[in-house]
């Protein structure tokens, strides 16, 4: 301003003209910085809008902060979305940590992520030695018995791969082996095959996990004889709640099954032989085949041990109206088929479990 004042009094005869770029000039300013403020305001608007959502579902307010830093551009309607789907949210987590670059600032955007995870209670492990959502594990050759190895974070975990992202390139070939490291829990480093290496520019990792050859893997077929009195229980909502609960490692007893609807439709059975595959069943009734049904196994103390979905696979009356069912279990992932190895021991090595009254 002060050089369009000099040539405004250097030049009078073209005075009218400076004046007007220098209002022009003050009006503009005024109009950037209201701008700004505008911006500003609604930046602050949005995330707290979206930190009320996220105390509102139940989250702490460390990682409402975190959703409000990071999710404020979405606004609260989609963040309530979003938070119907745990899933959505690791998803979204998993993208935003795949374009951090620097290994400091992945850390921390990890550990609020875990912590989210963790209040979202959808990061229970695969099974006992697997790594949890977004913890930080170190990779290196196979070949390697020390060093400082890659910095890597596990957005997902199924049963076939463990996805990774990682703030550093990727040094090895694909269908390499190298070994994964736990940060948080120190355990026997697992055994990985690069089956996907991410292209230049990009930092997220598929690696195979061979649970057989890191020793993980409990779930031996072989079938155990034994005479143990069980339930059947109808393919019902309340019975497939019921065994989800089980399988995050809930504690339920015989209470939790009586108040289920369809517990007065039950049947007893008796169990014959037993392995992670499937059960031998005698039942009082006539059984068909293609039939689905949940099995109920019981611990001597009363307690729930698994809730398997079972599909008749063969059919053979027996006198008295009974009918010996050969059956397989269905849909079973790694977790309940350890289960249900363990309780294939179980019963195998103890006296048959009482009849239920």
């Not at 745990?86 to 990890?110: G, I, K, M, P, Q």
Request: proline share 5%; with cysteine.
């Amino acid at each position: 301003m002060a050089v369009l004042d000099t040539l405004i009094n250097l030049f009078p005869g073209v005075a009218a003209s400076l004046q007007f770029v220098k209002d022009l000039a003050v009006l503009s300013g005024g109009v950037a910085v209201a701008g700004i403020g505008v911006a500003w305001l609604k930046r602050v608007g949005l995330r707290s809008a979206v930190a009320l959502e996220a105390r509102g579902r139940g989250l702490s307010d460390g990682s409402a902060e975190f959703l409000a830093r990071h999710l404020w551009r979405e606004g609260p309607e989609v963040v309530r979305e979003l938070l119907r789907s745990t899933d959505s949210v690791r998803a979204r987590l998993a993208r935003d940590l795949s374009v951090v670059r620097h290994v400091d600032a992945a850390e921390r955007f990890a550990a609020s992520a875990a912590r989210l995870m963790d209040e979202l209670r959808v990061r229970d492990p695969l099974f006992p030695e697997a790594p949890m959502l977004f913890e930080k594990v170190l990779l290196r050759d196979s070949t390697e018995e020390e060093g400082s190895g890659i910095v890597g974070f596990v957005v997902e975990l199924t049963e076939e791969a463990v996805h990774l992202v990682s703030p550093e390139a990727c040094p090895w070939p694909a269908r390499h082996d190298i070994r994964m490291e736990r940060t948080e829990k120190r355990t026997e480093a697992l055994v990985v095959n690069l089956q996907l290496r991410p292209m230049p520019g990009n930092r997220e990792w598929v690696v195979g996990l061979d649970y057989q050859t890191n020793g993980l893997d409990r779930r031996c077929a072989t079938r155990h004889g034994c005479s143990v009195a069980a339930w059947t229980l109808p393919t019902t909502a309340g019975a497939y709640t019921l065994r989800g609960r089980l399988q995050d490692g809930e504690s339920l007893d015989r209470a939790a099954l009586e108040k289920l609807e369809a517990w007065p439709r039950r049947q007893s059975v008796v169990i014959e032989d037993f392995s992670c595959d499937g059960a031998k069943l005698v039942m009082e009734s006539e059984g068909r085949k293609g039939d689905h049904f949940y099995l109920v196994l019981e611990r001597p103390d009363g307690s729930l041990a698994a809730l398997p979905l079972v599909e008749v696979v063969s059919v053979r009356p027996e006198d008295g109206g009974k009918s010996q069912l050969g059956t397989r279990f269905c849909a079973v992932r790694l977790k309940e088929r350890n289960i249900l190895a363990d309780y294939a021991q179980e019963v195998s090595a103890s006296t048959p479990l009482p009849a239920a009254s």
